[in-house]
């Protein structure tokens, strides 16, 4: 069990492309860390280099304060769990446990046999020790490469998108698992992927990426409650982030739908006049007829078109057309282009109380919780609106968590 | 279902066909072995009398017996040498970015299709001089270096094949280089490690050419070339039927070694490796 600090680490290729760029980030001892971000910001380079299959063009890498960057993968004493399992297919589900074990020196049979049956029952493998990784399920394959990582008493955990090549059901499943694995082993863990369920359930902490630089790292809550830009706005939640046209006019912001006050948070920050863009999330909505009356007057009420409704069980989707000015649209659909998705049209979504009974094509009434908003520069994609002192208290809840977790005796 | 039925039809009559042509010389040879005396002038398939008196006379002779052991060990040294070279070229070339890498598998290819002939009377006057004419190493140089190219293309084209997560996998568990090569990529690409034994193999228990011209003695001279100084009865008839006899019996060897290695020669042992 290790720290792995980074400082300032860039990863140029031969053709000048900087994969990743100037990141420095420190992940704690026992702590579960995620890299998450879109298909080419440099999360899977970053833990490439981590564990030293990628070479490090500059910056230093230090691993329980040593730096490694010129130390062959082997020397790093980490295990990796790789996206397409890798597991060794002459080789049965024992021996591909025991594999790390057999080459090291001075480890006796009886000792190799011990560990591989713990790790193994660890990971409720027993009964298929004796198979080839060819005639197992593919969440069984799963977990024998987890078990090759976890036979060694290893400085880290390195994940690379384990669980995407896995069903729904069972990568749900197999997240439990490695959290629970996680928590009691204690391991330093870090974790590449691009679902975000996974980013917001697994780790104590998130580092967000886009293009090679590092966006922000914080707890999910506060990512979530209170990101420092557009983007980790719009990649962190499902749905995203609506984003709408703001002018300011004096002390107040015009929206579609809405009028309300400048948040005093950003009231110096902005000029009369000025285009911002506005974040609110479809949970921050609610159908106007449902809301309760002591919180409908914290928000803001607004009647408008519903085109389409997406009604699943628990919850309901509506989607609200609105236009958009065209220098708005154009920052959206880049920032869409980013975030791997489409926007085809501007649009509400917004997430209403599954017993609406909201029509398609009819004018509703809704409610939104204007006091969570937040203002974007559309220009630098800056937060106008984060609240550092709400933020610091996030990151010491979460500091504490861990702190707590890892006194605990296990 | 018609179609598919009259398809196959199609398919069964056409091996059939294929079958008996690549075996009828083969039947025949063994048919002639079998012919004792004067018995293969009797214009007819099968021999009147079915007598293992060619056999006795082929392993009576130490001309056959001296070339089979010169063969059997001349072939198993070239493979061993041949394969193992092999192997480690092959990697490199499919692992490793270098200048003229491509160069190095095109020139390997033009090689096997070099004439053999061509070096065969300059090797008989160099081999005379620096005095390898005439012995194992004499004939194992040539059969290498017509071997080599054409493991290298086989292999490479096996490790190519090969996920590069395995050796990565391998190198984070700990292994060096070497051992990761040895544990995990040797022994995933045992299939092509095995094609290529085998038709270096086929190839070397083969060869007349480098056989006849680079030998003059019982010293080196491997089967194929020794058939052709084999005497019959009498200076006057031809040992047709001994020789069949001999071909029969290196010809064995082979299908021993193939009916062994089939199982060996089949794909996709790297299911289950990596999703797929």
């Known amino acids: 069990m290790s720290a792995i600090e980074m400082r300032n680490i860039v990863k140029e290729y031969g053709d000048g492309f900087k994969a990743v760029n100037d990141i420095s980030l420190d992940i704690a001892d026992g702590e579960f860390m995620i890299l998450v971000g879109p298909s080419g910001c440099g999360k899977s380079t970053l833990l490439r280099m981590i564990v030293g299959l990628e070479d490090i063009t500059s910056g230093d890498m230090l691993i329980g304060g040593n730096r490694v960057n010129e130390k062959a993968p082997r020397d790093r004493n980490l295990s990796m769990v790789f996206q397409n399992y890798a597991l060794y297919p002459h080789l049965t589900v024992f021996e591909n446990i025991a594999f790390p074990l057999r080459l090291m020196k001075g480890i006796t049979e009886d000792e190799i046999k011990t560990r591989v049956r713990e790790a193994a029952s660890m990971l409720e493998l027993n009964e298929h020790l004796d198979r080839k990784p060819a005639n197992l399920s593919g969440g069984q394959r799963q977990r024998v490469a987890m078990g090759r990582a976890i036979v060694r008493q290893v400085n880290a955990f390195l994940f690379d998108e384990p669980l995407s090549n896995l069903d729904a059901k069972l990568r749900g499943q197999m997240r439990t698992e490695i959290s629970r694995m996680q928590r009691r082993l204690g391991t330093t863990t870090v974790y590449v992927t691009h679902d975000q369920t996974e980013a917001m359930t697994l780790g104590d902490r998130v580092a967000v990426l886009r293009r090679g630089y590092l966006q922000q790292v914080a707890s999910p809550r506060e990512l979530y409650e209170q990101p420092v830009n557009m983007f980790v706005a719009g990649f962190i939640g499902s749905p995203p982030m609506n984003f709408l046209p703001a002018v300011v006019t004096g002390d107040r912001l015009k929206l579609p739908f809405l009028e309300v006050e400048v948040p005093a948070v950003a009231a110096g920050k902005v000029t009369d006049g000025q285009l911002l863009i506005a974040g609110i999330r479809p949970e921050h909505f609610e159908d106007a007829r449902v809301i309760d009356s002591s919180k409908r007057e914290r928000g803001k009420v607004f009647r408008a078109q519903v085109d389409v409704t997406e009604w699943l069980g628990d919850s309901q989707y509506a989607y609200i057309p609105f236009d958009a000015n065209p220098e708005v649209a154009k920052q959206l659909a880049e920032l869409a282009a980013e975030l791997d998705s489409e926007a085809l049209r501007s649009q509400l979504i917004i997430s209403i109380d599954a017993m609406s009974r909201l029509r398609e094509n009819h004018e509703g009434e809704f409610w939104a919780d204007t006091r969570r908003m937040h203002l974007f520069d559309p220009k630098t994609g800056e937060n106008l609106t984060r609240d550092e002192a709400a933020a610091a208290d996030l990151a010491s809840l979460e500091e504490e968590e861990l702190r707590e977790r890892m006194e605990q005796p296990r | ?276």
């Not at chain 2, 079998?34 to 007819?44: E, H, M, P, V």
Request: net charge positive; aromatic share 14%.
């Open chain 2, 1 to 276: 279902m018609k179609a598919s039925r009259s398809t196959q039809l199609f398919w069964i009559a056409g091996a059939i066909l294929i079958i008996l042509y690549a075996l009828i010389p083969v039947f025949w040879i063994v048919s002639l072995s079998f012919k004792a005396g004067d018995d293969i002038t009797n214009k007819q398939f099968l021999p009147t009398v079915w007598s293992w008196e060619n056999y006795k006379t082929v392993f009576s002779s130490d001309l056959f017996t001296t070339a089979l052991r010169n063969s059997v060990g001349m072939s198993i040294i070239a493979t061993t040498i041949s394969v193992i070279l092999a192997t480690l070229a092959a990697y490199a070339i499919s692992r490793l970015e270098f200048p003229g890498k491509r160069a190095v598998l095109g020139v390997a290819l033009a090689i096997t299709v070099f004439p053999v002939i061509a070096i065969a009377t300059p090797l008989f006057n160099l081999w005379r001089t620096i005095g390898l004419y005439d012995t194992w190493l004499g004939l194992i140089i040539p059969y290498l270096s017509y071997s080599l190219p054409l493991s290298v293309y086989v292999l490479s084209a096996f490790f190519r094949e090969i996920p590069w997560e395995m050796e990565q996998a391998a190198q984070v568990d700990g292994a060096t280089a070497w051992q990761a090569f040895r544990r995990v990529i040797v022994p995933l690409a045992t299939p092509g490690v095995f094609t290529a034994a085998i038709l270096t193999f086929f190839a070397v228990w083969n060869d007349f050419v480098f056989g006849i011209t680079l030998t003059s003695s019982e010293a080196a001279r491997p089967v194929p070339a020794a058939l052709a100084f084999f005497q019959g009865a009498s200076q006057f008839s031809q040992p047709t039927a001994p020789i069949a006899a001999a071909a029969v019996v290196v010809t064995i060897p082979i299908v021993i070694l193939v009916l062994l290695f089939q199982r060996k020669i089949v794909a996709g042992l790297t299911n289950g490796a990596v999703k797929g």
